[in-house]
């Protein structure tokens, strides 16, 4: 978003939402548009607009002997405890890749909150497995993070919004959020 400048005279609310809800709220039009991961879960009729691809990481306490590792191989991971979050596609989509590729990891815990998350990493308790957006401002010197390949697990972040048209200064608005996230 560096170097667009955003004249937009609106007010915006920012709400977090479960997808499931978000996207009813597209459909209806109780909402003008919002920020989530593409999936097959999507209606045909939304609008989706493709930001970046979200590649998905470990979080390691510092003194795992994995941690110095800028790039982790998902099979350096067997035999450990997972924590994923509980909701959203990011479970799913973990789940898929350890089946496709014969993995025996063990999600252990499942939780609602990123902090959570982060807590049982500090106390050694779990590797966190999630998409590298949600540790961009992790300052945690507790922690590192390491990208996971081998394969690479990545899901893409789109702005969307419903069919509906918006009205001149929301679509304004919208076009100059777009042209900002990319």
Known sequence: ????????????????????????????????????????????????YPLREDPFVAVLHRDDP????????????????????????????????VESHRLTLTTRYQV?????LYGLVRSRLAVAILPALYTTHLQDPALRVAQLQQPALARTVALMRGPQALPPLIEDCFSLLQAALR
Request: glycine share 8%.
């Open 66 to 97: 994995l941690a110095a590792q800028a790039h982790l191989p998902w099979k350096q991971l067997v035999g450990r405890d997972i924590a994923v979050f509980s909701k959203g596609n990011i479970q799913r989509l973990v789940a898929a890749l």
């Open 112 to 116: 609602d909150y990123i902090e959570t």
């Open 1 to 48: 978003a560096q170097g667009v400048k955003m004249q937009c005279n609106a007010l915006f609310f920012f709400s977090w939402r479960t997808k499931r809800k978000a996207v009813k709220m597209l459909q209806r039009g109780e909402i003008d548009f919002g920020i989530g991961a593409i999936d097959s879960s999507l209606p045909a009729e939304l609008l989706v």
